[in-house]
């Protein structure tokens, strides 16, 4: 039986980590001996993994990794790492040189500094592995790459590697060492070859996969009762679901629904999911007036009947590699308004099966106007959503062959 380790940095609630956990469950049992190991041991999502599957953490943290406590839990983890064996102080050089070239940039990055921190500091696995996958950009490909032997080595790449503040100095020479480099989109895959143009032939796609039936089954539970969003009498809910983070732009969603109130338009925005913002974002949401109709509803381990009672999802974000949450929409028949940026532009193919906008408040509320204003249209939206291809077998392949 073929051993295979997969290393995540965290199991918190997020698109790559459901897209690992749907990965696993296509892998026969009967063929694979499947490990996990998260390099920061904590997450919801431990809850979700397979009984069969060995989680190699002593004692999986099921409590959310965005939490106050989950950044506590972080930052414990890196200060455990960088005294073990004092491999911190190895990396002093590469951490001023690397926040030098962010300074520079006017962009500070702190987890692309102590990524490499965290790697070099776990503990290291003694198995020998006949496939070993970084299912993540960061720590968990830089501890493939240095910490764990194997036959084969892959690693995958869910964002826009430039955007996200990916470079050469940072990885060292990590994907060197790696076989095969799985990128989620062809621009994710465009994205991490301007950095890496030596590595075309051994990077490959790997779409995103889901688990459907659970899904579908999922969505048909009801929502709670003491929900923001049950409550709400507004004509028009809007849902996001993503981490409350620079990437996800809340703040622009946030000047686009006060644009949309003033044109007298009954909306209600309902995001799902936490993070470091969630102070400044409800402080703007106080600013603006808008405490009664932008709600952060904060995470949930169901997130699927909100996606079928919303009137329309918005996903406009400063980039993507490829979004977990608009599939998921498409998967449940909803109507789509996304920002013309990396990712999203893939996924949606704007007056065929949503709209894409500039990433402005007016663009993103006008979007959002013209679907609401427009019934028939976003009936349109909806069955081209559902007919949108979502499964891909080639993908598949390219990542088994690595097990031949």
Not at 126 to 143: N, P
Request: hydrophobic share 40%; charged share 25%.
């Amino acid at each position: 039986m073929k051993k295979i380790l997969f290393v995540m940095n965290t199991m918190g609630r997020a698109g790559a980590e459901r897209a690992l956990l749907a990965l696993i469950k296509n892998l026969p049992k009967e063929e694979y001996d499947i490990s996990l190991y998260v390099l920061i041991n904590r997450g919801e999502l431990f809850d979700e993994v397979p009984d069969y599957v060995h989680i190699l953490n002593k004692k999986p943290d099921n409590r959310s990794v965005l939490s106050f406590g989950g950044r506590l839990a972080i930052i414990h983890t890196v200060l455990r790492c960088f005294f073990r064996h004092a491999s911190g102080f190895r990396l002093i050089g590469y951490f001023f040189k690397n926040l030098k070239i962010q300074l520079c940039a006017h962009r500070l990055l702190p987890d692309k500094l102590l990524w490499r921190t965290i790697a070099n500091g776990s503990v290291k696995l003694q198995d020998t592995y006949d496939l070993a996958v970084a299912y993540i950009e960061g720590a968990s490909t830089y501890y493939i790459a240095e910490r764990i032997q194997a036959k084969k080595k892959a690693a995958f790449v869910h964002i826009d590697y430039q955007k996200a503040g990916y470079n050469k100095t940072v990885d060292l020479d990590a994907y060197q060492k790696i076989d095969r480099v799985f990128a989620v989109s062809k621009e994710a895959r465009e994205s991490f070859l301007r950095v890496y143009p030596e590595y075309n032939k051994k990077t490959f796609l790997f779409r995103n996969l889901h688990d459907t039936n659970r899904i579908a089954s999922l969505a048909k539970k009801p929502l709670p009762d003491n929900s923001a969003f049950v409550k709400s009498s507004a004509c028009y809910k809007l849902l996001t679901v993503g981490r409350l983070n620079y990437q996800k732009a809340y703040d622009i969603a946030i000047d686009a629904l006060a644009i949309l109130r003033k044109r007298n338009i009954d909306a209600d925005w309902f995001v799902l999911g936490e993070g470091s913002l969630q102070k400044e974002l409800t402080r703007q949401i106080a600013k603006k007036g808008l405490s009664d109709h932008f709600f952060l509803l904060g995470s949930t381990n169901n997130p699927y009947p909100y996606y079928r009672a919303a009137t329309i999802y918005v996903h406009a974000t400063h980039f993507e590699g490829k979004s977990i949450a608009i599939e998921e929409a498409q998967l449940l028949s909803k109507a789509i308004v996304a920002s013309d940026c990396t990712g999203n532009r893939e996924q949606i193919q704007s007056g065929t099966n949503g709209i894409l906008v500039t990433l402005t408040p007016e663009a993103v509320a006008n979007g959002i106007e013209t679907l609401l204003a427009n019934p028939s249209l976003i009936q349109r939206y909806e069955q081209a959503g559902r007919q949108t291809l979502l499964t891909h077998p080639k993908d598949m392949d390219a990542f088994l062959e690595l097990l031949e």
